[in-house]
């Protein structure tokens, strides 16, 4: 019986981490940096300026969040943009790009929209 359970979730995880081996475009987010940066991925765009904070994240309480966690990119209308990064991408490997590319713009973004 644990070999077939085993079996299952083998193949669960196989099937859900397949995009990361046959999928052709290996790149999971695109950094455009500048005033007028944005933020892509696969099916989304979001500019910096609207950017409130970056972080990874595992998604609630799945059977694909006990091995796998997101980015999770939340805007100013508190709306949430989700990047699988399927382990493939660390914490600390995100931590400078968010740090040196992300962050600076979105600090200035909200200087601006203070001082207005």
Request: aromatic share 16%; no cysteine.
């Amino acid at each position: 019986m644990g070999g077939l359970a085993g079996l299952f979730f083998g193949f669960y995880f196989f099937i859900r981490s397949s995009p990361v081996f046959f999928n052709k475009n290996k790149v999971r987010l695109k950094i455009f940096t500048g005033p007028e940066g944005r933020v892509e991925s696969d099916k989304k765009s979001i500019p910096l300026k609207e950017i409130k904070d970056v972080s990874i994240q595992y998604k609630g309480l799945t059977l694909r969040s006990w091995l796998y966690y997101d980015i999770v990119i939340t805007d100013k209308q508190n709306n949430k943009i989700r990047i699988p990064t399927y382990n493939v991408l660390d914490e600390q490997e995100f931590k400078p790009y968010k740090e040196y590319y992300i962050l600076p713009y979105i600090h200035s973004a909200s200087a601006v929209n203070n001082e207005s």
